[in-house]
């Protein structure tokens, strides 16, 4: 925050007056004191600017630009009328950056949460050749109102063309993509039922087979009806302690249907429906090196829970045992979105949760694998100059040093009046004011230690707004990483990505055998520069968002990939040659060569 | 004075001075009776200026405030107006306002309080409590500065920015101070914790354990130690024991909360209907139920429309096993707010309870009309269906939906059972419970499914 100036400054060393002289001048002078100088003025303290100990980064270039005129995206987010507090509007709706069209340009899916009565409708905007989004929404058969929450993709029937999956305040629809900016709803055909408040989402492969299964994240058992006073007496919007948490639910892709999609809902033999909470993040990979994928839940005000999958279709809660149910400080905390990357450099995917303004955000570091530890304190991810409450966040390499950073965004569920911020505040509607916060880029060192970079990035960070989404892309393929926000209430923010950047590589793998699909699950690593660089390839992270789908590697000075090693969802893994750098490859599964076997394959279903 | 100056003061005299004549001087003594007048009206004018010179006390936008609350912040806005240079009312005031979550105002109240008395330790220390919430880095300056005033022998203030500056990365300033603390009190369990924390957070696995230890065996500390010494198991690789451990916290109540005398203070400042329905649930929640009815009927005293001092009135008038007064106080909130859906169930379960019902049918079905996924509303209108003979097929269908709503609650498949037995359906009762019994229930749950399972499987 920039409001150093104008506030006194704590004395590095308080004086020694005497007693006496104390009274002295607080009683005679007394009507100085106030009026900017005399003796109490000293020993007055609104201290808000950093102390020297904080890794506060030197001011440097800005990273990114808000291009979201420059490219047409205009989206204004909708929760319908406001004053009733309905719990849902309050937490906001994701976005999907996605090739839709497979041109080989990302696309965005943006969603409404205006409830069905609404005028404003989900937006699918479509890249064109000069860089620029084009509004395709109508007759994409996805421009429909609703109290959209999260919005996940994924190729359900293998045809090489990525769905779209969404959940809403009380049910989830499924769109299939038929092709040629078309959409067509078929939640019911395909036997998804989710008769609850559904969050964060994720297609993964859980049993193996080739079909992309799904995993939905629930959170409370709202109820419209409870009042939920702010400390004033005010209406305000409730929490989630005064509800009842809900399972997850875990959709199971029936192959083999004979041309038609379809799921069953395999909760409760999966060993899932012991398993209530408020869940609200969702991220995928394989925890324990087993090669199946587990999954992590974060739950707001709750346990996480870490689901080993153990390759006989059920899955075991283990978060306790693996150091990620609780912080290092032992506190259950309000878990909300999650960023998945490998912040230290040692090829293991660490988790980033983020939590409340008057919680911390967690960092945990994986290791040795399939254990996690609580490394918040030691990696500085605290220690900001503000706190905010995050909601998306994302590992992203956005200066392709080749170490990735963290991107935050934030604005709080009750109210809080902020002092100002830079760029001013996002929502017209004073309603929102009090809930807006600036969100927050922090640097890596490459060695997992961070340093907030905020207020150099002001494009991003300078502005305060209810932001709740963030998703992660190579917009216009430069090997940079882009970035949208969604907030509530306000438009959408499409940022670009203007730092100078090393080299860079950008890895699609597919699946032939399933449509040429992305292969969902997959971990690419690199050898590039003396350093050996992986990323696990699903979407689904953050909070409510799917992010661009492809493998993205900062390589700083490299100029050359020396080679690249996929391990495939079956378990199986390929080597493939090098490449030089700043270009986009695709890697297609058995094109490689064969290095390695799946571990523990063939239990199948 | 000295010989010395004597003569030197005869010695300006005779350079300086006029020479003095031989009349004798003429005494006026009226100057300084003048003076001693003038110098007490100056300081009347000094004492009014500098009282009214003091600024006004900080203005609160109180629109939309609950009005008990409003009052509150006026009467503490009072009481700086009638002592203007007080510390205390302005610290008072910070406090009203701290309590109601009114922080950007509460700080200057507190720093204003703190000008007028630097050396009182209060108001930094509540000036940094105000600003935890979004800005450590100025609650950690502003709580070192109350450390220092306040006496050596305080721990709670070193305590409190010890876990700030531990929250902020600034573990080697936090560590100095637990340390401090452990030295005037080596028993001290926060202390312990808050050592037991770092050096987890070092991964100095054995001085962790040791500093839990004493953590582990107080009230205050002991599932927050026994979740570190979790941590600390698990990166030891002692997985036994860090299952054992994950065992144990998840059978712990909650810690008691952390002994702060004044933030208890501004605490017990809060008021309001809010304020006083949370206290009523927490006593409703901790057996306290008498104390809760009590309360609830004075808030209903003041805020007589208040459906939700009515319904947890009813929750609490249930617990003492006063059901008709519940029954009656449910009522007049549903009658008042009809789209009140925890009342309808409340109600409804009320009736229920006692063999109506019929008559707790409409509460269900009025809460199922306002939310259709309420798992809840089914499974109690699906018991009130079920002892109905002609009602049965209505109930086994609302048991189904109560278990496609919450298919991890066990009781709807032992309902549904039951219903499906009597209606002679065996097999699929039998169904029903072997589902239920795969969800591993608790044990007497089991046995009662297993009870059932037998009379199903009968021929």
Redesign the interface.
Known sequence: MSNSSNVPRLPKSFPAAPEFQTILCSSLLGVLAFAGSGCGKTEVSLPSTPSAALPIAKPQLAWLEDATEAVGVNFLHDVGTVGTYFMPESLGSGTAIFDFDNDGRMDLFLLQNGGTNSPAKHQLFHQENNGAFRDVSDGSGLNLPGRGMAVAVGDVDNDGKPDVFITEYDRVRLFHNRGEGKFAEITREAGLDNPHWGMSSAFLDYDRDGWLDLIVVNYVDYSPSMKCPDAQGKQGYCGPSGFPGTIPRLFRNLPNQADSIRFEDVTLSAGLGKLAGPGLGVVCGDANGDRWPDLLIANDGHVNWLLINQRNGTFTEEAGIRGIAYNEMGAVQANMGIAMGDADGDNLFDIFVTHLSTETHALWKHGPRGYFQDRTSLSRVAASAWRGTGFGTVFSDVNNDGAPDLLVVNGGIKRLTIDSAPNGKANSDPFWNGYEQRSQIFVNDGKGTFADVSDSNLAFSGTAAVARGLAAGDLNNDGGLDFVVTRIAASARVYRNVAPRGHWLIVRVVEPKFGARDAYGAEVTINAGGRRQTVWVNPSQSYLCSNDPRAHFGLGAATQVEDIQVIWPDGSEEKFPGVTADQIITLRKGSGQTVGFAVNSGAGQ | MSAKSKAKGRSNVQKGMPKATSTAPVHRPWPWWAAFVGLIAVGVL?WQ??RN???PAISVN?A???P??AAAIEEARNSIRRAP?SAEARGRMGMVLL??????EA?ECF??A??????DPRW?YL?GLAH???????A???LD?AV?LFPESESMPRLRLADTL??????E?AETHYRHVRQREPNSPWAGLGLG?IF????QAAEATNFLAAATQDLSTR??????L??VH??L?H?NE??RL?QV?AGLPHDKPFPDTLLAEVQRL?T????WIDQADEWIKTSRVNEAAQLLERTLQTYPNSD?AMFFLGRARLRTGDVAGAEAVLTRAITL?P????AQVQLGVTRLRRGRGKEAQPCFRAAIA???????AWYNLALSLGGDPGQRAESIAAFREAI?????FIESYLGLAVVLRTEGQKREAAFELR?AL???PEESLRKKLLEQLELAEQP
Do not use: C, M
């Not at chain 2, 935890?132 to 100025?138: E, I, Q, S």
């Not at chain 2, 987890?200 to 991964?203: E, G, K, Q, S, T």
């Open positions: 000094g200026v500098w010179a003091a600024p109180t939309g405030f609950d008990v609350i240079r309590a109601h979550e009114v922080r950007a700080r720093a204003q703190s000008a007028i008395a630097p050396r930094p000036l935890l919430v979004d800005t450590p880095v100025a950690a300056t502003n500065r220092r531990v929250s902020l990365g600034r573990l300033e924390k987890n957070a070092r991964d599932k927050a130690a026994q979740r570190l979790l941590n698990q990166r690789g997985t860090a299952e994950a916290v809060k309001g209907e809010a304020a939700r707010a789209g009140n859906i925890e306002a939310k259709p996924n309420l798992g809840e496609r709503l919450k298919p991890n589902r795969s969800l591993d």
